[in-house]
């Protein structure tokens, strides 16, 4: 159903991302050892991701850094239940590996094993000495996977998330699995494509991954063309035929994002009916879901988050130049204010993906529903 509203699992449920399917079950195959999957929010990424997993064969574990979101800092706490999570997941999901995976991690420092059902528990200190030792950890399940003549894909969801994480590098751990590891496949997923390259020390020559060669692959917002077949696809399957004048208003609303459209779709099902008081009603409900990513973006800002507000104020009225958007602040606070400290504000909301240029010196807002939040004041 194109319309549910959870990450999909099956290729039939994937609507297009042909070309994106095809070059990430490629570099499965051909043991890329570190892939990249990025695309603004609500493009597809954890969809592909697991649909690619599943028909590929692979063992995989997902550790899932959205659950950071909201939080300034993540402690190692909080990382080793993350990798807790997921190799749970994984050991209950992938049953053939079970029982093999839970006997190579037994006697690794820092790892309880119970059987009954196969489960682990992973320990996270209080001291380094009694902490479970990752690279250890991965170690093994990288050597498993080769003696049974596979790979083992290990997959972190929003991994710009672990920038947060205070006092370990978990990109060191990658390098490590990357150079010495050769049974482990790392994918990384980021909504925040800025963010997500200082994570993984793209402009840093100093960083643990710099130079190590990844395949990247970016999801798009879908065309009008595409965009008007998967509404027409998702409410036939639900046997729903809204007017055109219904469709049209989606279409210009939401610009190609199939988060979306899917978003509005499901919404529409609950009420059974689209019409226009409904589809404002859904508008109005997912400006609120964007204004709330926004304040977990705001998270650990909290100094400049009245700056942020007079540039998102601006550029939800229509795109800015820079000189504008200074002006606006200037005007706000009754004081000159640095270009460094603008840029530095608008180089945090580019690379967190809110925020791009438009290639003739002017700000704009990307998301629609965002721009829609702020002028309506919810953030």
Avoid: C
């Avoid at 909201?70 to 749970?88: F, K, P, S, W, Y």
């Avoid at 991954?209 to 965009?227: A, C, K, M, Q, T």
């Avoid at 689209?274 to 926004?294: D, K, N, V």
């Amino acid at each position: 159903m194109y319309f549910d509203e959870a990450p999909k699992t099956r290729r039939v449920d994937l609507y297009n991302f042909e070309e994106q399917f095809e070059l990430f079950k490629r570099a499965l195959k051909e043991n890329a050892r570190l892939i990249a999957i990025t695309g603004l929010r609500r493009t597809g990424k954890t969809s592909l991701l697991i649909t690619v997993l599943n028909e590929s064969g692979l063992p995989y574990l997902i550790i899932d850094a959205r659950v950071f979101a909201n939080r300034a800092a993540i402690t190692r706490e909080d990382l080793v239940q993350a990798l807790e999570r997921g190799i749970n997941d994984f050991i209950s999901r992938q049953k053939d590996w079970a029982r093999k995976a839970v006997d190579w991690l037994r006697g690794i420092r820092g790892i309880e094993i119970t059987l009954k059902p196969p489960k682990v528990s992973l320990s996270w200190g209080p001291s380094a000495k009694e902490a479970v030792d990752i690279p250890q950890m991965f170690e093994s399940l990288g050597r498993l996977a080769e003696k049974r003549k596979k790979k083992f894909v290990i997959a972190f969801d929003e991994a710009q998330e672990f920038r947060k994480l205070a006092g370990y590098d978990l990109t060191m751990i990658l390098a490590h699995i990357y150079d010495y590891v050769p049974g482990i496949q790392i994918v990384v997923t980021g909504s925040q494509i800025g963010l997500l390259r200082d994570f993984l020390g793209d402009e840093n020559s100093k960083a643990p991954l710099y130079g190590r060669f990844r395949v990247n692959i970016e999801l798009p917002h879908l065309d009008e063309g595409r965009s008007g077949e998967f509404l027409g696809l998702g409410f036939s399957q639900l046997k729903m035929k809204p007017n055109q004048k219904i469709i049209d208003k989606i279409l210009r609303e939401l610009d190609g994002v199939i988060g979306w459209l899917t978003f509005v779709g499901a919404r529409a099902s609950r009420h059974g009916k689209i019409e226009e008081r409904t589809l404002e009603e859904i508008f109005t409900e997912g400006a609120r879901l964007a204004a709330s990513e926004l304040q977990s973006f705001f998270v650990g800002r909290e100094v400049a988050r009245k700056r942020y507000v007079v540039i998102l104020g601006e550029l939800s009225k229509s795109p800015r130049r820079w000189s504008e958007l200074k002006s606006a602040v200037e005007i706000k606070e009754g004081k000159r204010l640095s270009n460094q400290i603008l840029s530095g504000l608008l180089d945090k909301l580019v690379k967190a993906g809110f925020v791009k240029t438009d290639g003739r010196g002017s700000y704009l807002i990307i998301d629609s529903l965002l721009k829609r939040a702020v002028q309506s004041g919810f953030v």
